[in-house]
Nanobody
């Protein structure tokens, strides 16, 4: 099993920055990929960063990964009120060498951008 713990959310003014972190722990063979999604009230969950960036965040958000720590980061700059959402970390993991990939999600962290 894989546990994902996010941190770094909070309240920030428009134009500000936040850095989210997501650390993977547990018993697994390897983490294949990690990424970030978000869901705003009344809206569908959308990709923020993974194999590619969401259109609305390209040029403002940067994802990085520390493989040694199984941790992924999301640096969010030039934040806008429309970036307000719950941000979720996701990971695709192999629990053993011969198994199939399994998807895991974190509990989410709230990001609120005030105008």
């Amino acid at each position: 099993q894989v546990q994902l713990v996010e941190s770094g959310g909070g309240l920030v003014q428009a134009g500000g920055s936040l850095r989210l972190s997501c650390a993977a722990s547990g018993s697994f063979f390897s983490i294949i990929g990690m990424g970030w999604y978000r869901q705003a009230p009344g809206k569908e969950c959308e990709l923020v960063a993974g194999a590619e960036y969401g259109d609305s965040v390209t040029g403002r958000f940067t994802m990085s990964r520390d493989n040694a720590k199984n941790t992924v980061y999301l640096q969010m700059n030039s934040l806008k009120p429309e970036d307000t959402a719950v941000y979720y970390c996701a990971a695709e993991a192999l629990l053993d060498m011969d198994g199939s990939p399994v998807d895991y999600w974190g509990q989410g962290t709230q990001v609120t951008v005030s105008s």
